[in-house]
Structure formats: C-alpha cells, structure tokens
C-alpha cells in the first residue's frame, strides 16, 4: 500500500526489576561469652527462585556468607565478648536488574556465665592457736570454674584452681570469726558470694595440776627451806601458805 510507505510505529516497552526476599535469623540472641552463634537465611525472588553464588555482605563490606544452589547461606560467629554484637546484611547484586531488598539486621546480647560459690569449713570450734582450713568451690552449670579467685572476707585474694580456693586461719586469742567468702568475677563468670561460716577459737580447758616438793623436811628454826612449786596451768600465780 503506497499510501503507508515510510511510516514509523513506536512501542513502549516497560522492563521491572525483579524484586527479591532476603531472609535471616540467628540461632540465638541471648547467649553466654564463649559460645558460637549460627546466622543463617536465604534470598530469592519473590516468585520463589533462589539465587545462588550471591556474596551477602555486612556492613563493614566483609563478605560473610555466599548463597548456594537453593539460596541458602549462613555463618557462624564465637560471641567472647560481653555486650552486644551484631550485623546488619545485604545480598550483592545488580541493582540495575534486582529492586534492593530491607537489609537483615541481627543483634546478639552476650552475658557473662552465671556461678555459684559455696565453702566448708573443716572445724567450727577450736582451742587457741588451732589452724582451720576453709575450702571455697566455684561452679558454672555444674562443671568447676578454673579462673578468678575468692576473698574470704580479709582482703586477700585465693587463685581458684580447678574450681576451689583454699584458706586458714589461725589465731592466738579467744576469738569469734564469721566469713562471708565471695567470688570476685571475670571477663567471663560472674560474682558469687558464699553462706557465712562461724568458727569460735577458745581457750583450751586444762584440768589443773599442781605438786609441791622439797629437798628436805627437816631443819633448825632460821633454816631456808627450799620449795618447788609445779604446775600445767599456764600465766598462773601459785601461792604458799606454810604454817609454823
């Protein structure tokens, strides 16, 4: 048709990014320090057709994780600090072809290892100058704490090995000592404080003893008479009494 030679036609095409979910979560977000957290997720589109070989990046621009053949990706991080920690995700891609999905954000809470403090006595009444030993075990979940160490109410610090700390006492007068032992703490456990133990230090109880002796029990009026006075009571005045 002559008439139409030379004619142009347009066409608008309209061409949509692909929209995307991207998914993640952690395996947990309140842990103890020291134990290892597993964040994983996945990324697809919104038609359900993962994407693989996708590097998901933090927001330092560290490579954390590359997804597989079914879009999943994942990575594990050993929490040693106490506080907070955490990442905020993003997948990279073209942005040219994919519409730029919420990024997924993680925040892990890390507390310190609870313990608990308990301690014996081996004896809670004794003479003067007796030694006692006091034996102090710290525990976290059941298994002994091998870092840290245990005042035992006088200021000193006890190294605990292998879960306990070990002090005595010892002391020259009549005394009533009452020990509160704590547990100073660390990086990782947290503090203890212990029952308060008594121990009583008293005088020893001694069945008095005293004999008398002389060399002679004869002699001229105006003799000296030599006496010898013994006894098992200490500090103690013993007086005679002689009688004509």
Do not use: M
Request: proline share 3%; hydrophobic share 35%; aromatic share 6%.
């Amino acid at each position: 048709d002559e008439t139409h030679q030379g004619a142009t036609v347009s066409v608008l095409v309209t061409i949509s990014k692909i929209n995307l979910v991207f998914t993640g979560s952690a395996s947990s977000t309140n842990v103890y320090v020291g134990e290892t957290v597993t964040i994983s997720g996945t990324l697809e589109t919104s038609t359900g057709s993962p994407l693989g070989n996708v590097k998901i990046i933090d927001g330092a621009g560290q490579v954390k994780a590359i997804t597989g053949a079914n879009g999943a990706w994942s990575f594990t991080s050993v929490e040693d600090t106490v506080g907070t920690s955490g990442w905020s995700l993003h997948p990279d891609l073209d942005w040219n072809k994919y519409n730029t999905p919420k990024n997924v954000d993680i925040q892990i809470t890390i507390r310190k290892k609870d313990t608990v403090l308990t301690c014996t006595v081996d004896k809670t009444s004794v003479t003067v100058g007796e030694t006692v030993t006091l034996t102090a075990t710290v525990k976290s979940d059941g298994v002994n704490v091998n870092e840290g160490q245990v005042d035992f109410g006088d200021g000193v610090f006890v190294d605990v090995s292998n879960g306990t700390a070990v002090k005595t006492f010892t002391k020259t007068t009549p005394t009533v000592l009452t020990v509160t032992p704590s547990y100073k703490g660390t990086s990782t456990y947290t503090t203890a404080t212990a029952s308060s133990l008594t121990i009583t230090w008293i005088e020893e109880q001694v069945t008095p003893e005293i004999s008398i002796s002389a060399s002679t029990l004869i002699g001229e009026v105006g003799d000296d008479l030599p006496i010898t006075l013994s006894s098992n009571l200490k500090n103690t005045a013993l007086t005679v009494l002689l009688n004509d």
